[in-house]
T-cell receptor, first 117, second 114 residues
Framework: GAVVSQHPSRVICKSGTSVKIECRSL??????MFWYRQFPKKSLMLMAT?????????EQGVEKDKFLINHASLTLSTLTVTSAHPEDSSFYIC?????????????FGSGTRLTVV | QKEVEQNSGPLSVPEGAIASLNCTYS??????FFWYRQYSGKSPELIMF????GDKEDGRFTAQLNKASQYVSLLIRDSQPSDSATYLC??????????????FGKGTLLTVNP
């Protein structure tokens, strides 16, 4: 089945630094990538959607200058948390879809636990 | 605001029983509905999806959809302790053009007691 590899699984960084999270689709071409954030005991909140070769579309309330998304190839998308602060500590999860429209499955990465100290 | 409502639980059932998980959604434009299982600290795993009214069965799992009532449910037969997890309901919405995305409910925590 489809596999999405997400790295790192855990990262601890100092306040003010930047962190990059990578998601790779291993056996399919991810036309669309989704980035979610999940706080403890809360649901997944969609942060942004990116189509290969296009600028990401951010959900309302998500700072695009803080959460930089790059989807330069059909197999790789990255999320960079810039100038991270303790309130950015969360579980970040990517999801990839092979097709452009509905009817295709969504494959999730294993998630990245970010702790900002 | 497009909302997905689920009872947060916890829902406790004895091993071997049927667990019933419910979900209502507000956006009538929702076309497909996905059920995911999420263990603590892990990312969601797809259980199944449904897009036609009625029932869809896959092993011990049955999804039920009623678009008129904006209601979708998941039944788990012969529940096992390993089924203990949070179950997330996720309608797929068309956010414009050919752009589709999932919107997640808060999930229902299921505990299956041995």
């Amino acid at each position: 089945g489809a596999v999405v590899s997400q790295h790192p699984s855990r990262v601890i960084c100092k306040s003010g630094t930047s962190v990059k999270i990578e998601c790779r689709s291993l056996d399919f071409q991810a036309t669309t990538m989704f980035w979610y954030r999940q706080f403890p005991k809360k649901s997944l909140m969609l942060m942004a959607t990116s189509n290969e070769g296009s600028k990401a579309t951010y959900e309302q309330g998500v700072e695009k200058d803080k959460f930089l998304i790059n989807h330069a190839s059909l197999t790789l998308s990255t999320l960079t948390v810039t100038s991270a602060h303790p309130e950015d500590s969360s579980f970040y999860i990517c999801s990839a879809r092979e097709g452009w429209a509905g009817g295709y499955g969504y494959t999730f990465g294993s998630g990245t636990r970010l702790t900002v100290v | 605001q497009k909302e997905v409502e689920q009872n947060s639980g916890p829902l406790s059932v004895p091993e071997g029983a049927i667990a019933s998980l419910n979900c209502t959604y507000s956006d009538r434009g929702s076309q497909s509905f996905f059920w995911y299982r999420q263990y603590s600290g892990k990312s969601p795993e797809l259980i199944m999806f449904i897009y036609s009214n009625g029932d869809k069965e896959d092993g011990r799992f049955t999804a039920q959809l009623n678009k008129a009532s904006q209601y979708v449910s998941l039944l788990i037969r012969d529940s096992q302790p390993s089924d203990s997890a949070t179950y997330l309901c996720a309608p797929q919405l068309n956010s414009g053009g050919s752009n589709y995305k999932l919107t997640f409910g808060k999930g229902t925590l299921l505990t299956v007691n041995p």
